[in-house]
Nanobody, 123 residues
């Protein structure tokens, strides 16, 4: 089992940047594929980015491709989401999630979730 704690959210102006972190407990972190999802008020939780256990494979939603970068440091049990050129439509609660095995883009295929961190982008 793994516990996840996100941090790094906040209020930023459009065009700005934020770096989210997700710290995981447990010694088997490197066995997990990790994902970032987000949920805006009144909307479904949606896929943002995912990374394989080794960091060798990454996937992004079209809406963030070229602006966001997911990475991980298995020595620190941490996954990151670097967000640049932020837009008001990026405003949401951002969640990290973990699953054993390969990357998946469907939130229902993730087993463990953090509590979320709020990102607000002002225009």
């Amino acid at each position: 089992q793994v516990q996840l704690v996100e941090s790094g959210g906040g209020l930023v102006q459009a065009g700005g940047s934020l770096r989210l972190s997700c710290a995981a407990s447990g010694r088997t972190f490197k066995s997990y594929a990790m994902g970032w999802f987000r949920q805006a008020p009144g909307k479904e939780r949606e896929f943002v980015a995912a990374i394989s256990w080794s960091g060798g494979s990454t996937y992004y939603a079209d809406s963030v491709k070229g602006r966001f970068t997911i990475s991980r440091d298995n020595a620190k049990n941490t996954v990151y989401l670097e967000m640049n050129s932020l837009k008001p439509e990026d405003t949401a609660v951002y969640y990290c999630a973990a699953r054993i095995g390969n990357i998946r883009l469907n939130r229902y295929e993730y087993d463990y979730w953090g509590q979320g961190t709020q990102v607000t982008v002002s225009s």
